[in-house]
């Protein structure tokens, strides 16, 4: 008999994917409920199953799917129901938030037609009620000055702005059950706090029940009130937050608990020259109108940057999205226009064309934030860990596959594994690949653009211990963007704190995240470490 406080009730939930003609399970006998006005934390690593776990509620599993268990919403079974009877659920009494706003909204709508589209499908509202209940819930998720962005397309607006459209959405229908799928990973530290901040409001108003699926322990701490641990399709480990936090008994949920990035990178030498350096640096984008594209105003995406970074050191460069960190590091390597002073190894660079460029690149390497998108999907992993081999000479008289072994080898890559694609690799492991393909050319100047975003925290550690190792071995200089301070702090010696293409605080590290000055780096501080502090003061 379902008990009338449980609005979810799963028992042994079983899901295989056909491929290649054989069975490939994912969920292996998954049990745990949800009830009224109570949030459950489903966490693991990629791959352990959570999301298609939540997928399964409704039946949103793609045809290849195979499920086999029991899912019951308020009493009524939802694997095998009728399509008419999950339409109704879905969007109505169960509603989902998923990571990436961008490609869950249409960007061919605008956001008021989003809106109304669901809210006619469950609700009938059309015209000028629909118009009402639309500017209510934008008001309620917190969109300023709502009525004027009915209009705008989801590339007009910020991540932020687009993740509280996705909340609006999730909430037209009023859901009993809300399933938030990594809501918060894409976002900004301080954007990252307000949402989470919203859901609970929004929450404790509406009197829903949530389901919330993440890797970041730091908020289950503080938002859930169950966690349920996954591992390779099974719940290893399951109980209320302050139980499993104090106690966890898995060795699984032990090392997720471990897994935070910590200690201080190693002292940068007395003597150690300098690397890179800009002086008063400005990049300002001109913004043209008109048919004779006359230059009517700018954007600044930097007003003036000074920095400085030497071998063996870090400089660690955060701020919110836009606020120019990467704009500042591309200056910096002369990938992008830029006025002022710029130098490397001593030698001015602001200056030089593109041919004389060219044998200097070898000096300066860059990791981007998605190891999935820089990596060709067509080159195997030699092919591209060796491609700079073709450009510049190194003064390596061996073959480049030897020279490619080696690096692999150095970054933790299997080199036997070295005529695989990379889609045959995980997420921590291609973004190991990136990283080879930058130090193969042993530059003094690394650009690492958040690199450790994309990942899970257990795989997060090790590309900063990764990151550690070569620094300490080769001398590398890093520049390091990130909007996640516990790795920042973790990795850097210096920081630079931008805030809409302004430099608004810099400093030692130490100093920086210790003593902050400036009211904005406290408020990202405050953002970043005030969730750790919080959860953990509601597990004692």
Aim: charged share 25%; with cysteine.
């Amino acid at each position: 008999m379902t008990r009338p406080d449980r609005v979810l009730d799963v028992r042994d939930l079983r899901v295989s994917f056909r491929q290649d003609g054989k069975e490939v399970p994912a969920v292996r006998g998954v049990s745990f409920h949800v009830d009224r006005g109570e949030t459950v934390a489903l966490v693991g690593e990629s791959g352990s199953g959570k999301s298609v776990t939540a997928l399964s509620t409704v039946s949103l599993l793609p045809d290849s799917a195979r499920v086999e268990g029991a899912v019951d919403y308020e009493g009524t079974s939802m694997i095998g129901a009728p399509e008419r009877e999950l339409r109704r659920v879905r969007g109505n009494d169960i509603s989902f938030i998923f990571q990436e706003p961008m490609t869950s909204l249409n960007p061919l709508h605008t956001i008021e037609k989003q809106l109304a589209e669901s809210l006619s499908l469950h609700q009938g509202l059309t015209g000028a009620a629909a118009r009402a209940r639309i500017l209510d819930l934008m008001d309620k998720v917190g969109i300023q000055d709502a009525e004027s962005r009915l209009g705008a397309y989801p590339h007009q607006l910020s991540g932020g702005q687009r993740q509280r459209v996705m909340i609006a959405m999730a909430l037209a229908n009023g859901p009993d059950l809300l399933v938030a799928d990594e809501p918060t990973t894409a976002l900004d530290v301080t954007i990252q706090a307000q949402i989470l901040e919203l859901l609970a409001q929004l929450q404790r108003d509406e009197g829903m029940s949530m389901l919330f699926i993440t890797h970041d322990l730091g908020i289950v701490r503080r938002f859930a009130d169950r966690v349920c641990v996954m591992k390779s399709g099974e719940i290893v480990e399951a109980g209320p937050v302050a139980e499993i936090f104090d106690a966890p008994q898995h060795p699984y949920t032990q090392m997720l608990l471990a897994a935070e990035p910590h200690g201080t990178p190693d002292p940068v030498a007395t003597d150690a020259p300098e690397i890179a350096a800009t002086e008063h640096l400005k990049v300002w984008f001109p913004i043209q109108t008109g048919l004779l594209k006359r230059t009517t105003g700018h954007v600044k995406a930097v007003n003036d940057a000074t920095l400085s970074v030497r071998a063996g050191e870090t400089v660690g460069i955060v701020g919110e999205s836009g606020s120019g960190k990467t704009t500042l590091a591309l200056a910096t390597m002369r990938l992008i226009q830029s006025e002022g002073p710029i130098t490397l190894l001593g030698r001015r660079i602001d200056g030089l064309q593109t041919k004389e460029l060219r044998p200097l690149r070898q000096d300066m390497q860059i990791v981007f934030q998605d190891p999935y998108g820089s990596l060709s999907p067509r080159m195997t992993v030699a092919e591209i860990v060796a491609e700079g081999l073709r450009l510049h000479d190194t003064g390596d008289d061996r073959p480049p596959r030897e020279q490619v072994a080696e690096i692999l080898s150095e970054t933790g890559i299997d080199p036997a594994s070295m005529d695989r694609y990379p889609h045959e690799f995980s997420g921590g492991q291609r973004q190991r690949i990136a990283i080879a393909r930058a130090m193969i050319l042993r530059p003094k100047l690394v650009v690492l653009d958040e690199p450790t975003s994309a990942l899970d925290q257990t795989v997060q550690v090790q590309i900063v211990e990764l990151l550690r190792d070569l620094q300490r071995k080769h001398g590398l200089a890093y520049l390091f963007i990130s909007h996640d301070l516990r790795v920042v702090r973790a990795l850097s010696h210096k920081v630079i704190v931008m805030k809409r293409g302004d430099v608004v605080e810099a400093g030692d590290a130490a100093q920086v995240f210790d003593a902050p000055q400036d009211p904005y780096t406290r408020a990202l501080m405050a953002a970043a470490f005030d969730l750790v502090a919080e959860g953990e003061a509601v597990s004692a």
